[in-house]
């Protein structure tokens, strides 16, 4: 069935790094684009960033840019987020998400935990 | 990017009608139709339940609308049902090729 499961999250303190991936299966990954998107305890949901079907095109949220970066391996069916210098603000619960042709997500992981804390 | 702006909570007996607003701007949901709408019960994923402002995947009940009006988006839940209790969230694509979420709103069903 079509599935998204992420992994690498954990805890590490400010200004350190992580890397998260995202597995995909049931789906053509390469002809999707793919994006992150984060929720913090007992907050809303907040876009980080997507990646073109390709990888060619990339868009940040502001609050991220320049100290995320994401990819993709089409031929691992794989999506990444490489996290860099990152803050206690970046506490948050990370989903993987499929993006339809529509623009919305219609596919969702299951999430994975960031704790950022010294 | 600022959030698109909902009401904090929405409450109704079962049976009964709920609508939620889901107010942005000239940049985002007043330009676009890609306003979509998630449900999120506790502990759980988002799940999408609106895209393209009213068109509903395959799977998600008829009792669940959506339209738009200039910069506000709204859902609507007909016939509430116990099982409708959570939190949901509007979204639309903007004007700089990125996303905005919305503040969320948490149903109750009385």
């Known amino acids: 069935q079509v599935q998204l499961v992420e992994s690498g999250g954990g805890l590490v303190k400010p200004g350190g790094s992580l890397r998260l991936s995202c597995a995909a299966s049931g789906f053509s990954f390469s002809d999707y684009y793919m994006t992150w998107i984060r929720q913090a305890p007992g907050k809303g949901l907040e876009w980080v960033s997507y990646i073109s079907s390709s990888g060619g095109g990339i868009y940040y949220a502001d609050s991220v840019k320049g100290r995320f970066t994401i990819s993709r391996d089409n031929a691992k069916n794989s999506l990444y987020l490489q996290m860099n210098s990152l803050r206690a603000e970046d506490t948050a619960v990370f989903y993987c998400?499929?993006?339809?042709?529509?623009?919305?997500?219609?596919?969702w992981g299951q999430g994975t935990m960031v704790t950022v804390s010294s | 990017q600022s959030a698109l702006t909902q009401p904090p909570s929405v409450s109704g007996s079962p049976g009964q009608s709920v609508t939620i607003s889901c107010t942005g701007t000239s940049s985002d949901v007043g330009t676009y139709n890609r306003v979509s709408w998630y449900q999120q019960p506790p502990g759980t994923a988002p799940k999408l339940m609106i895209y393209e402002v009213s068109n509903r995947p395959s799977g998600v009940p008829d009792r669940f609308s959506g339209s738009k009006t200039d910069n506000t988006a709204s859902l609507t839940i007909s016939g509430l049902q116990a099982e409708d209790e959570a939190d949901y969230y509007c979204s639309s694509y903007t004007s700089s090729s990125t996303y905005v979420f919305g503040t969320g709103t948490k149903v109750t069903v009385l």
């Open positions: 998400a499929r993006r339809a042709v529509s623009r919305s997500f219609d596919i």
